[in-house]
């Protein structure tokens, strides 16, 4: 009896994105038609939470399958320390990942886009074709340094438009090895949702796609007392610490519109993305033969209770429910 194919695997994770911005999930301003339909035709969860509401400890729960009480990792890894990092460092080193144990059953294994688990010039966790920019946070999407199997450059262009084209090439030189499965990781910077990165208006094709949405979508909630008090806490934290978010979104965005549909516009960019990998897959005959998951690190408030942003601590369920589809 022939031994049955094993699948693709294709994991494609967004950065900073809660499950109701998406159309599937009931954002009537939202465009992300390529999403859309791959819900419909897919799997949609209804409720997907993470383990964290920020980036690293989630992505490392998604990388080794643990809790972070198990791995670890609790809170974003600052890469502006990145020069006190031991060399070669990775948060997750001692654990069997996601990657390591697909190549082990004869998976090519490929990482495409943000990782912020660590040092970032060389390829960690058994990847084969390791691509990804030289910071973990994004304070703009334009001019990023990158890095591409060792080799370091700045792309002057968006990110997430860098990233899908390495992916679609990945995929195309794939599908002339169709013997050989393999795991595609795309984790896109995107829709990132913090300044300086989404301040003013986007600067890329879908740029101009909410001029003219109100943006009703967004909560237009009163800001509480915690919200008040966690941005000052975090104000005078970040004081001394030059080169990251701009914390005093938290409590302007919501009433940002030009902010509002940066942040959007970031969304169907993505969503254009997920479609060109979806459309190399078809091209290339694996579509019918690769598990395709689109999920993000963790959720995000967009105004709910008079909060923008994510953290770590016990803030509402938006802020962990995700968007997972199959």
């Not at 900073?16 to 819900?39: F, H, I, K, T, W």
């Not at 949702?193 to 003013?200: D, L």
């Not at 998951?293 to 962990?320: C, E, R, V, Y």
């Amino acid at each position: 009896m022939a031994e049955k194919k094993r699948p693709n695997v294709v994991l494609i994770m967004t950065d900073n994105q809660p499950a109701d911005l998406l159309g599937c999930y009931g954002n009537q301003e939202m465009r992300s038609p390529r999403l859309d339909q791959m819900a419909a035709e897919g799997i949609r969860f209804d409720n997907a939470y993470c383990p964290n509401a920020m980036c690293s400890p989630s992505r490392a729960s998604v990388w080794t399958g643990r809790m972070p009480s198990q791995h670890g990792v609790h809170t974003w890894l600052d890469d502006r320390l990145m020069d006190q990092w031991p060399a070669g460092w990775n948060a997750v080193a001692e654990f069997d990942t996601l990657p390591e144990i697909l190549k082990r059953a004869g998976y090519a294994t490929a990482m495409i886009g943000k990782y912020h688990l660590g040092a970032l010039a060389e390829a960690q966790n058994g990847i084969d074709h390791w691509i990804t920019m030289a910071r973990g946070h994004t304070l703009d999407f334009h001019g990023n340094e990158m890095t591409v199997n060792g080799e370091s450059f700045v792309y002057d262009g968006h990110s997430v438009d860098f990233f899908t084209e390495q992916a679609v090439q990945y995929i195309d030189a794939r599908a002339a090895q169709p013997d050989e499965p393999f795991l595609l990781l795309l984790p896109y910077n995107g829709p990132y949702g913090h300044w300086p990165s989404i301040k003013g208006r986007a600067e890329h094709r879908f740029g101009d796609l909410y001029d003219e949405t109100p943006m009703h979508s967004v909560p237009r909630e009163g800001i509480s007392k915690e919200a008040i008090a966690l941005y000052e806490m975090n104000k005078e934290f970040m004081s001394s610490k030059k080169g990251g978010p701009d914390f005093s979104a938290l409590l302007q965005i919501p009433n940002d519109l030009t902010s509002l549909r940066n942040y959007y516009s970031q969304m169907s960019l993505i969503d254009d993305g997920v479609g060109q990998v979806l459309d190399a897959l078809a091209r290339g005959g694996l579509e019918g033969d690769t598990v395709v998951i689109f999920t993000a690190d963790h959720g995000f408030s967009l105004g709910h209770h008079g909060f923008w942003g994510h953290g770590q601590a016990t803030w509402p369920s938006n802020m962990f429910r995700i968007a997972y589809n199959i």
